[in-house]
Structures are given as C-alpha cells and as structure tokens.
C-alpha cells in the first residue's frame, strides 16, 4: 500500500518539478539579460536627458575659453574639437577609476555639439558599477523565490495527493478484503470527489452484482439438489422393494445391486452439493470450542474399520489438545473427508498419519506414487469418479470450509506420501 | 402393529406400505395434513410416519397436536431437509426419531420397530426369535438359553436382520445401518463380511438362519 501511495505521489511530481527546474535554469539567465538590458536602456536614457540639458542650457552659454575649465569640473562630460563626425553614439567601455582603483564599466554617449561656432565631440558617460551589484542582489533574491515556490508546491502538492488519494486507497483496501461469503457492503468516503464518488458507486454495483450472482447460484444448487431428494426416495424405495419380490434370479439381483449403488451414490452426491452449497449458511456459523482430537477419537473406530478392508494402518502421530473456534459440523465435515479420502486413495497394506499440532492438522498417506495436480485439487468433480469412489466434492467442500474460517490448506507429496495440511490461523 | 403414514408423495407412500404390509405391520395412510389430524383424533397408533413438509401445512403442526391431544403414539419424522436444525426442533418437539429422505425402506422398518418396542415395553424390552432371545435393554443375546457374546456391532446386525425377517438387505443398507451418523461418508460396504461372519459363527446353528443372495446381500430367513 505504502509503496503504491508514493508511486503515485512520485509519478505526479517528477514532471512539475522537472519543469520548474528546467524554468528556473532558463529564466535566470534571461532574466538577467533583459534586466541589464533595461538598464542599459535607461542609462542611456540618462545620458540622451543629459545631452538635451547640455544643448538646450549649458550649450548656449558656454564660451570657447570656458572649455578647459568645464572639463575639469566635469570629469563625466568632456568636451574636445573634433572633426569627426558622430552622432548619438552610444557605446560601453572598461574605464580606470582611480577612486575606486579598478576598471569599472562605463556607458558613454558620443555626439558632435555646436559650441561658441566651433565643432565639438561632446562624450558623455555614467558609471555602470553600482548597477552590476543590484543585478546580483535582484537575481539572488528571483532564485530565493522561485525555490521556496517549488519547494512550497512540492509538500502542498505531497499532502494534497495524500489526503485526495485517501478514499481511494480505503476503496482499495475494502475491495482486497471483501469476502463473498460475508458479503458486507462497501463503507467508503468520496471526500465529495466526483470521481471517487463514480469509482465507489461502480464498485458497489459491481460487487453487489456478483453476490447476486453468488446468491442465485448458491440457492439454484440448494434448490435442486432439495428438489431431487423426493424423486430419489421414489427411485431408492422402488428398488428395495423390487428386491423384495420372490422370483428374483441371479442376473436380476446383479442388476438391482447397481441400481442401488447407484442410487447410493446419488443420494450422496445429492448431500454434498447440499452441504457444499451451505457451508457459508447462517446455521453453521455459530461456533464454538471444538476438539480435533476428541472429534477423531469419537470416529477412529470407524475410520480405522473401514481402513482395515484395504489392511491400511491408521496411526495417531501426535495428539496435541487443541481447540478450535468454529463449528462442530463443519470441523467433523473437514476430518471426514479428509481421512475418507485418504483411505479411499490408498494402497493395499498402505498407512495413514494423522498428526494434531498446536496449530496445523496434517493426514499423509500412501497411495498412487505420483503427485496430485494441484491446480484441480480443490475443483468440482476434477477426476473421474467410478462408482463405489467418492463424490468428487469432498475436497471442494473441505476447501471452502477452510476459506470461510479463514484456514489454510496444502497439499505436498513427500517420500511416496500424499499429505495434507490445515493450518489454523 | 398399527402404523400411520403421512406423506404427500403416493409413489412413496405406496413403497412404505407395500414393504412394511409383508412384514406384518399394518399401515394407514394420510395424504395430508387435514386427513391425518382426523386419522389421529379417532384412532390410535403405535408408531406415525411424519413428512414434515406437506401441501396443506407442516409436520411439526401435527406434531404439536399429537402432543396437545396427549397421545402416546410414536412419531418418526421423515423429512427431505437433513439440516441439524430442523432434526433438534423436531426431537424437541418430542419425535422418537428422525429419518433423512432418501432412505432405506428397511431402515425405516427397524426404526418403527425400535420406537414401538421403547414406547409398549420399557423396562422389559426383549425380542424373541426361535431360539434366540434379544435383550434390548442389556444389549446382550441368549440362544436356547445359553448367554451368548456378541460385539456391539454383530448385537446391532442381529437386530437390523431380525426386524427385517425375510427381507433381502442389501450390503449398502446394512453398511449404513452399522455405520449411523457416519453413514454419508461411506464407500466401501466390505467392512460387513467380516462382522456378518463372525456373527454367524458365534450364533452356531442359528446362524443359518443367515443367508447370502447372489452378491446383493443378505436375507435373515426363518
């Protein structure tokens, strides 16, 4: 679960923050170019200003002797003949300054200007020094920002994806937890999201549907198998009395003993698709303490008689005392067809281990010298049954009531022995 | 022996009267619930036959009334719902018995037998046959007099067959009759011969009254 939440949470960050990212490493250099290209502009701007003021009010008055002088007040705007002709030349330029004893960069601005008749280069310039350092401090603070914004956006976007994703995980765990046997009706919060709203309610459609399903079909079984036994009676009790008529030869007798194994074996079946469609009824879910071993004990007479047709040995490996909640019936259903089967698949001269422990019940057995497919070990009417052989839902039905008191069952064939173990959780 | 039979389905119910009429049992049939609350208030019977599930109401309705009127009639029921529910209501309700549908004519026949013999004789409970004598009570068998010992399964044999006199019994009715609540597990009927042959060895002349039909199974022949 934990595992899924952060994938999710991962999977929609990586792009977002890949893109600020990328967005940041892009607009600090471009925002640093247009900003020192902004004041570029405007020191130029300062300096067109300057020149206008020069031509406009100092220009005017200003005499050719004055010159010398103005150049030496104005270190930043100095006047030389010239007969070049240039106009509005903007340019930058490494300048010495002796004050601050470095090359600083300067803006210059040079034009020819008109003074008392005679021609002028007039050069113009402003420090750009004290402009680098606000880039700087203006940059800095552009990528503090911008961090603290993704920064910000992740753990808002983390806990945000945490708490939307919170119904959907809780959907989740019930789906994975519902039980068809138990049926209970999904209880999720959509947190007013459409969209888990819609994935709830399909769900809750969905698993209804297939208890439905399950219904119908528990009852379908239920109901014919209920409906067969009154036919059946008809059919076993008109046998035994066609057993009863006085003339019956030899070759009639052998004909009347099939029909009554079959009818036997009809009736059986008939009980187990009962049973195995009732495992998960109301009358069996009352529990309580129940002994294996006092429940083997009432039974190994019968168990061992049986056995003894085929000279099996039935051995009691290990008694431990345990006591199980859940129901006499189902448990006495469990170990029945559990030691029945393992009688019936036996060998001659076999033997059968059964072993109590603490928390498991193990039945090996000799029996055919290869391994049952486990796939279709658990499956209705997986082999072909004969006759006189068993029903074909004995383990269908140990399965299920197995699942429905939450056990375990394996199958394992060691050392010529099939065995089977149910652990108790 | 008088007995009343109620149960809706005729093909059934013919079945149960033609095999327990040859075993000298009288049996008076109901068809529903009406007939047999009139059959019952007028006459008194040994043993009844209750299918619990009838067309015109339930079994355990005239189970109550057998029970209100005080009668002393035994009841079987008999009923196609084998749940363990169903079997202690209808035990509670004060049946002698409960029989699951499908079963074997001469179960039932042993049944009525054992339900009659526990009601008329009580404390003195014995089944007599020729020469030998069943203390139902004692669980112990006396021929010509002279105690003999029987395992409980061979005592249970004896009286399976002696109830079922001249009835042809199939292995697989005398396998589930020995074999009781664990009945619906068995496969194998073979666990008989031993328990047949023993028996008849320790009954010794008597034990001829024992005998085997063709592979189908056994016949207690007087």
């Not at chain 2, 363990?84 to 029989?99: F, H, K, P, Q, S």
Request: glycine share 4%; hydrophobic share 40%; proline share 2%.
């Amino acid at each position: 679960m934990a595992r899924l939440k952060q994938k999710l949470l991962r999977k929609s960050l990586r792009p977002f923050l890949l893109f600020s990212f990328l967005l940041l490493l892009l607009a600090t250099p471009i925002f640093y170019f247009s900003l020192q290209e902004l004041y570029r502009h405007e020191t130029d701007e300062i300096l067109e200003i300057d020149l206008e003021e020069f031509i406009k009010i100092t220009a005017p008055i200003l005499k050719q002797e004055d010159i010398a002088n103005w150049n030496r007040f104005n270190p930043n705007v100095q006047l030389t003949q010239s007969d070049k002709n240039i106009k509005n030349h903007f340019f930058t330029k490494i300048i010495y300054n002796p004050l601050a004893d470095e090359d600083e960069p300067f803006r210059l601005l040079q034009t020819n200007v008109s003074i008392d008749g005679q021609n002028y280069l007039f050069v113009d310039r402003q420090n750009l020094v004290e402009n680098k350092d606000l880039f700087v401090w203006v940059i800095l603070l552009f990528v503090f920002l911008f961090a603290a914004f993704i920064v910000g956006l992740y753990f808002i976007n983390r806990r945000l994806t945490k708490h939307l994703w919170q119904p959907f995980n809780d959907t989740l765990e019930q789906i994975e937890s519902f039980n068809i046997n138990e049926q209970n009706a999904l209880n999720v919060n959509d947190n007013g999201i459409e969209e888990f709203a819609r994935l709830n309610h399909t769900i809750a459609k969905w698993l209804n549907r297939n208890a439905d399903i399950y219904n119908t079909q528990k009852e379908f079984i239920e109901n014919a198998a209920h409906e067969l036994q009154t036919p059946l009676a008809v059919f076993k009790a008109k046998v035994e009395n066609l057993m009863q008529l006085e003339n019956n030869n030899e070759a009639q007798y052998k004909l009347l003993n099939e029909l009554n194994l079959a009818s036997d074996k009809l009736s059986k079946l008939n009980k187990n698709l009962l049973l195995y469609a009732r495992v998960d009824n109301q009358q069996y879910s009352v529990k309580e303490g129940v002994s294996i071993l006092n429940l083997i004990n009432d039974r190994i007479d019968f168990y061992k008689e049986q056995a003894a047709v085929k000279l099996v040995d039935i051995v009691l490996s290990e008694e431990t005392k345990i006591t199980l909640p859940a129901n006499p019936f189902m448990v006495e259903t469990l170990l029945n067809n559990l030691i029945m089967n393992s009688i019936r698949h036996n060998v001659e001269n076999g033997k059968i281990e059964i072993a109590i422990k603490e928390n498991e019940l193990i039945i090996s057995n000799s029996g055919p010298d290869k391994p049952l497919l486990e796939s279709d070990l658990y499956k209705r009417f997986s082999n072909n049954q004969s006759l006189t052989k068993g029903t074909g839902l004995g383990l269908a039905i140990v399965k299920r009531i197995v699942d429905f008191n939450n056990w375990k069952i394996n199958y394992q064939f060691l050392k010529g022995l099939h065995t089977f173990s149910v652990h108790f959780s | 022996m008088k007995v009343l039979l109620i149960e809706d389905e005729k093909s059934l119910a013919d079945s149960v009267i033609n095999y327990l009429h040859t075993s000298e049992v009288q049996c008076e049939y109901a068809a529903n619930k009406a007939e047999a609350l009139d059959k019952i208030a007028v006459y008194e019977y040994d043993c009844i036959l209750l299918d619990i599930m009838l067309p015109d109401g339930n079994g355990f309705e005239i189970l109550q009334e057998i029970k209100r009127q005080n009668k002393q009639d035994g009841v079987i029921l008999v009923s196609a719902k084998d749940g363990v529910e169903t079997r202690i209501e209808g035990l509670n309700l004060g049946a002698d018995d409960y029989l699951t549908k499908p079963f074997n004519l001469s179960e039932l026949l042993a049944r009525v037998q054992a339900v009659i013999r526990r009601n008329q004789f009580g404390g003195n409970n014995k089944l007599q046959f020729n020469e030998i004598e069943i203390d139902i009570n004692a669980k112990s068998v006396t021929i010509s007099k002279v105690a003999t010992e029987v395992t409980r399964k061979e005592y249970e044999l004896l009286l399976y067959l002696v109830a079922n006199k001249n009835k042809v019994l199939s292995k697989s009715a005398i396998a589930e009759h020995l074999s009781g609540d664990m009945a619906d597990s068995l496969d194998n009927f073979d666990f008989i011969y031993a328990h047949i042959k023993n028996l008849k060895k320790k009954l010794g002349t008597a034990g001829e009254y024992i005998n085997t039909v063709y592979g189908m199974g056994y016949k207690w022949h007087d």
